[in-house]
């Protein structure tokens, strides 16, 4: 009985990895992209907001931003 192993070329492999950091990447910017619109979307909400309603929350209007991005700038 006779037995074949077949090696396939590392040469894909070597292509595969640039498409793939491509891909992994752009998943990392679309998942950025939707927490900053997320973001961007609560900071208008909130200055909607009377400034008795931002009172009531413990926000002042100045710092609307600050505490919405406050996780993202956190030492």
Known sequence: MATQTLHAPARPLRLAAPVTGFFAALA???AFSSGAQARYDRVH???????AELAR???????IVRHVFAEVFAD
Request: aromatic share 0%; no cysteine.
């Open 28 to 30: 990392r910017a679309v």
């Open 57 to 63: 929350r413990g926000i002042a209007r100045d710092d």
């Open 45 to 51: 909400r909130l200055q909607a907001l009377s400034d």
